[in-house]
């Protein structure tokens, strides 16, 4: 009889020997053979620093799939390099689901604007699922003689040279949101003084610290700053109010049309297999409708936002091309 294997791992004689009760006690064995992804600890690189939106968002995440998958599933900050030291990781593993990228704006549709000759495609990744999106908001210390987004666009407008602003090096929502606001405003940003830091929290430190004028931060890094009286929020960037901060005027009703989130999705290497993607996506599109994970979404001011693969990758390159029309 011939020993050719199946996929399984079986031979036709290891089968036929399991006799009668095949259908029972093989079928399970099969399956186990063929779904072997999940079995080991996953990792999630993330290109900035901790306590951002997109980082707590990961971690939510990666709680919740602890849960259900039982495997570890660990996100890994790895800040710097405008992000490319991390994407760079995620491109060079293997394509087999253990190593994806927490992917906000910063690393995916921003990055090809803000850093010149990538030693890789941004298009090139595989696009798993968009998960959820942040607003951002513009902070001053609470002492600053700035108190309306009017008074900071003035005084950036009479003295560039001397305006200074928390930046994250780029490649940043927060950073964009600051070209979009200067070009509105009519000011030159490349006359004034940024502040290159690692992390959203650090924006909040700094703006605290009176250390800048002013920062854009996303709300989950700026909350408990505005609770303690350390920053001071002056417009939400977003076309609504924020919920959970009724009085914080928008851009928008400031005369600045500034409506751009900071989404978090999830991406793997190029040539990752749609086995994978499909189940990320299924347990993805299951842990946003668990209240709890919903609940825990807004105590950071993020909203679940579900794109599946194709939408996701769809989205993201559209806004790369908005995003090199402003880095012009």
Same mark, same amino acid.
């Given at each position: 009889?011939?020993?050719?294997?199946?996929?399984?791992?079986?031979? =036709?004689?290891?089968?036929?020997?399991?006799?009668?009760?095949?259908?029972?006690?093989? *079928?399970?064995?099969?399956?186990?053979?063929?779904?072997?992804?999940?079995?080991? %600890?996953?990792?999630?690189?993330?290109?900035?620093?901790?306590?951002?939106?997109?980082?707590?968002?990961?971690?939510?995440?990666?709680?919740?799939?602890?849960?259900?998958?039982?495997?570890?599933?660990?996100? #890994?900050?790895?800040?710097?390099?405008?992000?490319?030291?991390?994407?760079?990781?995620?491109?060079?593993?293997?394509?087999?689901?253990?190593?994806?990228?927490?992917?906000?704006?910063?690393?995916?549709?921003?990055?090809?604007?803000?850093?010149?000759?990538?030693?890789?495609? /941004?298009?090139? =990744?595989?696009? $798993?699922? !968009? $998960?959820?999106?942040?607003?951002? !908001?513009?902070?001053?210390?609470?002492?600053?003689?700035?108190?309306?987004?009017?008074?900071?666009?003035?005084?950036?407008?009479?003295?560039?040279?001397?305006?200074?602003?928390?930046?994250?090096?780029?490649?940043?929502?927060?950073?964009? $949101?600051?070209?979009?606001?200067?070009?509105?405003?009519?000011?030159?940003?490349?006359?004034?003084?940024? +502040?290159?830091?690692?992390?959203?929290?650090?924006?909040?430190? !700094?703006?605290? %610290?009176?250390?800048?004028?002013?920062?854009?931060?996303?709300?989950?890094?700026?909350?408990?700053?505005?609770?303690?009286? *350390?920053?001071?929020?002056?417009?939400?960037?977003?076309?609504?109010?924020?919920?959970?901060?009724?009085? /914080?005027?928008?851009?928008?009703?400031?005369?600045?049309?500034?409506?751009?989130?900071?989404?978090?999705?999830?991406?793997?290497?190029?040539?990752?297999?749609? @086995?994978?993607?499909?189940?990320?996506?299924? @347990?993805?599109?299951?842990?946003?409708?668990?209240?709890? +994970?919903?609940?825990?979404?807004?105590? #950071?001011?993020?909203?679940?936002?579900?794109?599946?693969?194709?939408?996701?990758?769809?989205?993201?390159?559209?806004?790369?091309?908005?995003?090199?029309?402003?880095?012009?």
């Amino acid at each position: 009889m011939s020993k050719r294997q199946h996929g399984s791992g079986f031979t =036709r004689r290891d089968i036929l020997k399991l006799g009668a009760s095949a259908p029972l006690a093989a *079928l399970p064995m099969l399956s186990h053979a063929q779904d072997a992804y999940r079995q080991r %600890g996953i990792d999630i690189l993330y290109g900035f620093g901790p306590g951002s939106s997109g980082d707590l968002t990961c971690r939510i995440a990666a709680a919740w799939l602890r849960k259900k998958w039982h495997v570890p599933l660990n996100v #890994i900050n790895k800040p710097g390099g405008n992000t490319v030291p991390a994407v760079l990781d995620l491109y060079n593993a293997a394509p087999d689901g253990y190593t994806l990228l927490g992917d906000p704006p910063g690393s995916s549709s921003m990055l090809a604007a803000v850093v010149r000759n990538l030693p890789f495609k /941004v298009a090139e =990744r595989t696009f $798993i699922a !968009m $998960i959820a999106s942040n607003n951002l !908001m513009f902070v001053v210390n609470p002492l600053s003689p700035y108190k309306t987004l009017k008074d900071v666009a003035d005084d950036a407008k009479r003295d560039p040279q001397s305006f200074t602003w928390a930046s994250q090096g780029g490649a940043a929502t927060a950073d964009y $949101i600051m070209r979009k606001f200067a070009r509105l405003s009519g000011f030159d940003i490349a006359k004034t003084k940024p +502040v290159t830091v690692r992390s959203q929290t650090e924006i909040a430190t !700094m703006a605290a %610290g009176n250390q800048v004028k002013v920062g854009v931060v996303v709300i989950a890094a700026a909350q408990s700053a505005i609770q303690g009286g *350390l920053i001071r929020p002056l417009a939400l960037s977003a076309s609504a109010r924020a919920p959970n901060l009724p009085n /914080v005027p928008t851009t928008a009703e400031l005369g600045y049309p500034i409506d751009l989130p900071v989404w978090t999705g999830i991406s793997g290497p190029p040539k990752l297999p749609a @086995a994978v993607v499909a189940k990320w996506n299924g @347990a993805l599109q299951e842990m946003l409708k668990e209240p709890d +994970v919903v609940a825990q979404l807004a105590k #950071i001011g993020s909203v679940p936002r579900y794109l599946n693969a194709v939408e996701f990758r769809d989205y993201v390159l559209r806004e790369a091309a908005e995003v090199e029309e402003l880095y012009r």
